[in-house]
């Protein structure tokens, strides 16, 4: 699309947001972190998935309530589109700048939060998957690409400080999200109706479900425990499904309203660098042997290089290897440490956890791309591979400890390796354009990582994939080795339904891990932290690969370089 075409748009415009001489460059990093602290939101997805599914019985779910697994894929669904849009937008953003990507990624966010707000109102779960999944992702994708290229240009002194100031806001965005949304959750929620205690109240099972009988008929109940009520300020026991709110209609309503406005504001104090324009004093310095390029690639060349498909292996494995833990944190935190620790991991805690990772995220990304301006980025990418291998390695290991032994020591353990391990994920994000230029030059940088955000929408896919359905293998074998050591009649006492029901009883959550725990017979050890142990394993394997990747790059060949007179026809980039 033309600047001509544009029309009344036309002030959105590359042409429009060339910056006057004196212009100081460091007005464009504030535009750019603000916009990524809205859209970094969605690493604080994991605080949804309790309210989501428990959506109709709120104090615990209910059997017409969503599962852990069909809300996980909603982030799953938004990163997908995150990298589908970034890589259909890269030659667009070019053409016609970061205003006017800004500006469209504000709609997209923005009214993403607001149609997934209905579909939570409306309990409709595909109009949460349209709305934050598909146009919202679409948004992300957009707002992540909108400033990389032009602060690249802006800081040809220091690409890898750049980029991480670019896409640091994006890992920060749920140190602000996290204790915002857990704030409105609980100004927005209702609690549901008390009936009374479970053993005041008889209650019927009927088809896996559990009901039970009122002056006003038959309706259908949750049993609380006292500390899934002490979330509410309730007691103990049963609840009537449907007569309260989790509050989550309400703050996707509300923040979708509030990011728009911010994005909006930010989008309009992108500048874009005069075509000749270069810091004052600063000399391009001769191209390093080896890693450093000081020719150009063309977009559509770039993927004709192994070079490409190497630093997409490596990206998509580093960040499948941590975009299933991200998405499940906090579930995995109280899952691993809550059932053995519960005084030290409360849901305090856990959301404390999530805030922790987002920080850890945030300064990764700024300190791991400043760090490769020193060390290069091949070096950088080997110190997320081998030292991220280590430390996946680990977790199983302090997992299984502390269900036979729970001292702190190995929740402190635990904590400091997923630390570590986000910063590296983090840093991963900020370094890959760094080495986009390093490798292709900067005259395409912005089009050549839309195009190698692909990986992420791929990793968005396979790390939820691989952590729900391992996991779910895991509580499965959990759940059937549990129910062979519960006495049959005291099962049946418990659950209103024979040993014989156990899938139908599972299947409407009825029977969980932790009611089983409450009846199994003494000394018998908790299974709950070791469901992740398999998925660590293959998160570690993955790295490995994501190493050789790296291992064996070297610089583009000559002949996918731009010819000479094509190069002096875009003086200063």
Same mark, same amino acid.
């Given at each position: ?221 949750? +049993? ?111 899952? +691993? ?19 922790? +990772? ?160 409450? +009846? ?54």
């Amino acid at each position: 699309m033309s600047n001509a075409a544009g029309g009344a748009l036309g002030f959105l415009y590359k042409s429009h947001i060339v910056a006057k001489p004196g212009y100081n460059r460091w007005r464009v990093p504030p535009a750019s972190i603000a916009i990524h602290l809205c859209i970094g939101s969605v690493y604080a997805w994991s605080v949804f998935n309790p309210p989501l599914t428990r959506e109709l019985g709120v104090v615990a779910s209910s059997a017409e309530d969503w599962s852990l697994s069909s809300v996980v894929w909603i982030f799953s669904v938004a990163i997908v589109f995150l990298g589908l849009a970034a890589a259909f937008a890269g030659k667009w953003l070019e053409e016609v700048g970061p205003r006017m990507v800004g500006v469209v990624a504000a709609f997209l966010w923005g009214g993403g939060f607001i149609i997934g707000s209905f579909g939570i109102a409306t309990h409709q779960l595909w109009m949460l998957y349209l709305g934050y999944g598909v146009l919202g992702g679409c948004g992300l994708g957009l707002g992540y690409v909108s400033p990389v290229s032009t602060l690249i240009r802006w800081f040809p002194d220091r690409r890898g400080m750049a980029t991480g100031m670019a896409i640091m806001g994006f890992g920060g965005g749920a140190m602000i999200a996290a204790p915002v949304k857990g704030w409105l959750l609980d100004i927005f929620e209702r609690a549901p109706e008390y009936l009374g205690t479970s053993e005041a109240v008889q209650t019927v099972v009927d088809g896996g479900r559990l009901f039970a009988e009122t002056a006003a008929g038959r309706v259908e109940v949750v +049993i609380a425990n006292a500390a899934q009520a002490a979330e509410l300020g309730g007691a103990a026991g049963v609840y009537v499904v449907g007569t309260g709110s989790t509050g989550a209609a309400g703050v996707f309503l509300t923040l979708g309203i509030v990011y728009f406005i911010v994005m909006m504001i930010a989008a309009f104090q992108y500048r874009v660098p005069a075509p000749d324009w270069k810091p004052e004093g600063w000399q391009p310095k001769p191209a390093a042997k080896g890693m450093v390029s000081d020719n150009h690639v063309h977009i559509d060349q770039a993927l004709k290089t192994p070079q490409f498909w190497q630093l997409w292996v490596m990206l998509c494995f580093n960040v499948t290897a941590g975009i299933g833990v991200i998405g499940v944190a906090k579930t995995m935190m109280t899952e +691993i440490f809550g059932s053995v620790m519960p005084l030290v991991v409360t849901a305090a805690f856990a959301s404390t956890y999530v805030l922790m +990772i987002s920080v850890f995220n945030m300064v990764g990304r700024f300190f791991w791309a400043s760090t490769s301006d020193y060390i290069g980025r091949k070096a950088t990418y080997m110190c997320f591979f081998v030292l991220g291998t280590l430390l996946y390695l680990s977790i199983p290991y302090f997992a299984s400890a502390v269900a036979t032994n729970p001292s702190l020591i190995y929740l402190v353990g635990f904590y400091a390796a997923t630390m570590i391990i986000f910063s590296m994920y983090g840093g991963g994000f900020a370094t890959i354009p760094a080495y986009l230029a390093d490798m292709f030059g900067t005259m395409h940088v912005g089009g050549i990582h839309g195009r190698l955000l692909t990986a992420w929408s791929t990793a968005g896919v396979l790390g939820p994939l691989a952590i729900t359905s391992l996991r779910q293998m895991s509580v499965t074998s959990a759940i059937e080795d549990l129910a062979g050591k519960v006495d049959p009649a005291t099962f049946a006492e418990t659950f209103g339904a024979p040993l014989t029901q156990l899938e139908q009883l599972v299947a409407a959550k009825t029977v969980t891990i932790a009611r089983l725990m409450e +009846i199994a017979p003494a000394g018998t050890i908790d299974p709950t932290p070791s469901l992740y142990n398999t998925t660590m394993y293959c998160m570690a394997a993955l790295l490995v690969v994501a190493f050789f990747a790296n291992l064996f790059m070297r610089p583009v060949k000559e002949h996918h370089h731009h010819d000479e007179p094509e190069l002096q026809a875009v003086p200063g980039e």
